[in-house]
């Protein structure tokens, strides 16, 4: 089974930084897409950074900037450098993979992030 947990959450201060870590086991593909997620109350789940196995990146037009994704292919991590957070910014935030014929999508258990005004 595929597993991911999520690490790093917590509390922080407006302007302040967070580093989000994601750690994987089981069966993960080679070729895969490893992102961010993150999702308040009343709000759908949004993404908000993502990485394929070959590097290239996406970022929510809120967090360009701000936010940097990185991975670590032969250890199936990826993680989440974040800076200059704002209030807006607090949600609960998921790992996620995506791989397979399908794409079909893991997530995590999700790690709360507040960030203070």
């Known amino acids: 089974q595929v597993q991911l947990v999520e690490s790093g959450g917590g509390l922080v201060q407006a302007g302040g930084s967070l580093r989000l870590s994601c750690a994987t086991s089981g069966r993960i593909s080679s070729i895969n897409v490893m992102g961010w997620y993150r999702q308040v109350p009343g709000k759908q789940r949004e993404l908000v950074a993502a990485?394929?196995?070959?590097?290239?990146?996406n970022y929510a037009n809120s967090v360009k900037g701000r936010f940097t994704i990185s991975r670590d292919n032969a250890k199936n991590t990826v993680s989440l450098q974040m800076n200059s957070l704002k209030p807006e910014d607090t949600a609960v935030y998921y790992c996620?993979?995506?791989?397979?014929?399908?794409?079909?999508?893991?997530w995590g258990q999700g790690t709360q992030v507040t960030v203070s005004s």
């Open positions: 996620n993979v995506k791989q397979g014929p399908a794409l079909y999508d893991y």
């Open positions: 990485i394929t196995s070959a590097g290239s990146t």
